[in-house]
């Protein structure tokens, strides 16, 4: 076939345009060599490229801004986004409207915020020349939407700035333990969703039924991750340490471009629930080979009464005579409840206070004692036997020191 080909090329006296079939691969491919009658189609080898240096993103490599330069004319049509937000979030969008206009204006995209129907829309302009401008628009009010504050929202305009908003309302049945894993997520004092913050370098907002989350690409798919694995009963606290770790080896660059496999933690699960206990617990019977006794049917209990031999007149008194028992029984009662009401309650006994004994036998001797000891008393003074000691004491001491 390719000396087909090169017959064809020189009989024609023009170069053949063969693709280059081993190109993708590093192989080589086909080339025109010479001009006019002379030209040939030759192999030419091409030397083969490391795919992991092509794969590789430079360091300090930043792709170059849209300018107007890029798309002098414009866009042919006008396109538009709409978006509600719910009534508790009215009178904050009404403050900050006026810098969404300006941030939005920059990119020479209108805005518009309707308070009757609730809703907040984003449209292109005849100046508008950035095609994406409307898709950053529409982010920027469904973040809005979201309770996210326009300080961080208008981050969204930036170039190496995307966002991710997570619907977690539908990942948990019961209501009780989506409110349980949505607080797991934001963890004591809101110190989980800060590490995740600074190890991912997104901004995440956690607001009813959804998770907001805005910064780099590769910290949004690290945070949709944390974020559903949460809601699927798997603590954060695991994924916050393997981002720990995979950032560590991110700094050294011999690691780069080696599997992290080995260094990652590997953590099992372990169900500890246990089976709940029923409150009526079957015991199995005994098994025996012999059925159960058949049940005595009317016949055979009127045989053992004897009932079966009375007329029908002796069986209807019997019953009428029963009846009547059954119902001087109920009158009886009934009379007992009646006269309830009317039996007296038994009244406590009375019991007589005992009139305090307002006199008190008093010894004078005792008191005159006590004035008279008082007397001799200074004021201030030590009492007879403690200065006795006191001056024994100092005695002591100058016999020593002679």
Same mark, same amino acid.
């Given at each position: 076939?390719?000396?087909?080909?090169?017959?064809?090329?020189?009989?024609?006296?023009?170069?053949?345009?063969?693709?280059?079939?081993g190109?993708?691969?590093?192989?080589?491919?086909?080339?025109?060599?010479?001009?006019?009658?002379? +030209?040939?189609?030759?192999?030419?080898?091409?030397p083969?490229?490391?795919?992991?240096?092509?794969?590789?993103?430079?360091?300090?490599?930043?792709?170059?801004a849209?300018?107007?330069?890029?798309? $002098?004319?414009?866009?042919l049509?006008?396109?538009?986004?709409?978006?509600?937000? $719910?009534?508790?979030?009215?009178?904050?969008?009404?403050?900050?409207?006026?810098?969404?206009?300006?941030?939005?204006?920059?990119?020479?995209v209108?805005?518009?915020?309707d308070?009757?129907?609730?809703?907040?829309?984003?449209?292109?302009?005849?100046?508008?020349?950035?095609?994406?401008?409307?898709?950053?628009?529409?982010?920027?009010?469904?973040?809005?939407?979201?309770?996210? $504050?326009?300080?961080?929202?208008?981050?969204?305009?930036?170039?190496?700035?995307?966002?991710?908003?997570?619907?977690?309302?539908?990942?948990?049945?019961?209501?009780?333990?989506?409110?349980?894993?949505?607080?797991?997520?934001?963890?004591?004092?809101g110190?989980?969703?800060?590490?995740?913050?600074?190890?991912?370098?997104?901004?995440?907002?956690?607001?009813? !039924?959804?998770v907001?989350a805005?910064?780099?690409?590769?910290?949004?798919?690290?945070? +949709?991750?944390?974020?559903?694995?949460?809601?699927?009963?798997?603590?954060?606290?695991? !994924?916050?340490?393997?981002?720990?770790? %995979?950032?560590?080896?991110?700094?050294?660059?011999?690691?780069?471009t080696?599997?992290?496999?080995?260094?990652?933690?590997k953590?099992?699960?372990?169900?500890?629930?246990k089976?709940?206990?029923?409150?009526?617990?079957?015991?199995?019977?005994?098994?025996?080979?012999?059925?159960?006794?058949?049940?005595?049917?009317?016949?055979?209990?009127?045989?053992?009464?004897?009932?079966?031999?009375?007329?029908?007149?002796?069986?209807?008194?019997?019953?009428?005579?029963?009846?009547?028992?059954?119902?001087?029984?109920?009158?009886?009662?009934?009379?007992?409840?009646? !006269?309830?009401?009317?039996?007296?309650?038994?009244?406590?006994?009375v019991?007589?206070?005992?009139?305090?004994?307002?006199?008190?036998?008093?010894?004078?001797?005792a008191?005159?004692?006590?004035?008279?000891?008082?007397? %001799?008393?200074?004021?201030?003074?030590?009492?007879?036997?403690?200065?006795?000691?006191?001056?024994?004491?100092?005695?002591?001491?100058?016999?020593?020191?002679?």
């Amino acid at each position: 076939m390719r000396d087909r080909a090169r017959l064809a090329a020189r009989r024609e006296g023009r170069g053949l345009r063969v693709p280059a079939w081993g190109a993708a691969e590093g192989r080589g491919g086909w080339r025109v060599h010479g001009a006019g009658s002379g +030209r040939a189609v030759l192999w030419c080898a091409r030397p083969r490229v490391d795919e992991s240096e092509l794969l590789t993103v430079p360091d300090g490599w930043k792709e170059p801004a849209f300018t107007r330069e890029d798309n $002098p004319k414009g866009l042919l049509e006008e396109s538009s986004f709409a978006t509600l937000f $719910p009534k508790y979030r009215e009178a904050y969008l009404k403050e900050c409207w006026p810098l969404v206009q300006k941030a939005l204006g920059e990119h020479y995209v209108n805005a518009a915020l309707d308070l009757i129907e609730g809703s907040m829309t984003v449209t292109t302009t005849k100046k508008t020349f950035d095609p994406y401008a409307i898709i950053r628009a529409r982010d920027l009010i469904k973040l809005l939407a979201r309770s996210v $504050p326009f300080e961080q929202a208008v981050r969204i305009l930036q170039d190496d700035v995307a966002c991710d908003i997570i619907k977690i309302g539908s990942l948990v049945r019961k209501r009780e333990t989506f409110i349980k894993r949505r607080a797991r997520l934001l963890g004591p004092k809101g110190s989980t969703l800060k590490a995740l913050e600074l190890l991912t370098n997104c901004y995440i907002m956690v607001q009813g !039924n959804t998770v907001s989350a805005l910064g780099p690409f590769s910290g949004l798919k690290e945070v +949709r991750k944390v974020v559903l694995d949460t809601m699927k009963n798997i603590h954060p606290i695991y !994924n916050i340490k393997t981002l720990m770790i %995979k950032r560590e080896l991110a700094k050294d660059p011999e690691l780069r471009t080696q599997s992290w496999e080995r260094f990652l933690p590997k953590f099992k699960r372990k169900n500890l629930k246990k089976r709940k206990e029923p409150k009526k617990k079957n015991t199995k019977k005994e098994y025996t080979p012999f059925p159960p006794p058949q049940p005595e049917s009317q016949i055979d209990k009127e045989l053992a009464s004897g009932e079966y031999f009375l007329k029908e007149r002796q069986k209807k008194r019997k019953q009428m005579e029963e009846i009547k028992a059954k119902q001087a029984d109920a009158i009886k009662k009934r009379q007992e409840e009646r !006269n309830k009401a009317f039996i007296p309650p038994k009244e406590k006994p009375v019991v007589k206070m005992k009139k305090a004994s307002t006199e008190k036998k008093i010894d004078i001797e005792a008191i005159k004692e006590k004035v008279k000891n008082a007397k %001799k008393k200074k004021l201030g003074a030590l009492p007879e036997e403690e200065v006795k000691l006191k001056m024994a004491a100092d005695e002591k001491k100058k016999k020593k020191k002679k």
